[in-house]
């Protein structure tokens, strides 16, 4: 429960740094955003985000210790490994999301500053620069190949020694046991990291606005809410 508090405490952050302002638009029919509260939206979200996709494979590494070293689980994941692990979390995802939200910065924006979604997103922002965006690009990717597909492998490892555990066990309420232990989690990886991987690795040339609507409204409010 104290992963997940802090797992629900990032997805409320994500979440309350783009829906105020979204639902602020739609009432007003206004959709204008100021160039710093978009910068500080963009911030939070690279924040939010990334402490997300860490939080869930720290918490696929709970669940192998829970089903595969039940005996030594209190040891493994005592209080204060996991107080570690959660603050590693979070300040290296603050590093994350002010070096990227840095790069973004230093980019110039000629105009017209139309942002074709309804929140502060990297890609779309790239696309308005009339700046060069290569490092920004780069940041991007390493950023990617760590929080996305390292920690996506870190997790499908986990769950590869879990699901082969599961299925050395005898009784069929063992089975079910440890099945409905790890289910959940394992729905929310999935969609999470299906969205966020649509969002973040599909090329910047093949970037569709609609697309990125519907991801962003998964990713930002369906996932946190589960």
């Not at 309804?118 to 990617?144: G, K, W």
């Not at 991987?197 to 990713?219: D, M, N, Q, R, T």
């Amino acid at each position: 429960y104290f992963l997940l508090f802090n797992l629900a405490t990032m997805g409320i952050i994500c979440t309350s740094s783009i829906m105020p302002k979204a639902l602020e638009s739609l009432v007003s029919e206004k959709s204008s955003i100021s160039y710093g509260e978009c910068m500080t939206q963009l911030y939070f979200l690279i924040w939010a985000v990334s402490s997300e996709l860490l939080l869930l494979t720290v918490m696929a590494y709970d669940r192998y210790a829970a089903i595969c070293h039940p005996l030594h689980y209190s040891t493994m994941m005592s209080t204060a490994f996991c107080s570690m692990l959660v603050v590693g979390v979070w300040v290296l995802c603050v590093f994350n999301a002010a070096i990227n939200t840095g790069l973004m910065l230093r980019l110039n924006f000629c105009g017209p500053n139309v942002i074709t979604h309804f929140f502060c997103e990297a890609p779309p922002l790239l696309l308005l620069s009339c700046s060069s965006t290569y490092v920004n690009s780069i940041m991007i990717v390493l950023a990617d190949a760590f929080y996305g597909i390292f920690n996506f492998l870190m997790t499908i490892m986990s769950y590869g020694v879990i699901i082969s555990s599961i299925l050395k066990m005898r009784t069929l309420d063992g089975k079910k046991k440890a099945f409905s232990t790890c289910s959940s989690h394992l729905i929310v990886v999935c969609m999470y990291y299906t969205t966020v991987f649509y969002a973040y690795l599909s090329p910047i040339s093949s970037y569709s606005a609609e697309k990125s609507k519907l991801v962003g409204v998964l990713y930002t409010m369906l996932n946190p809410t589960l």
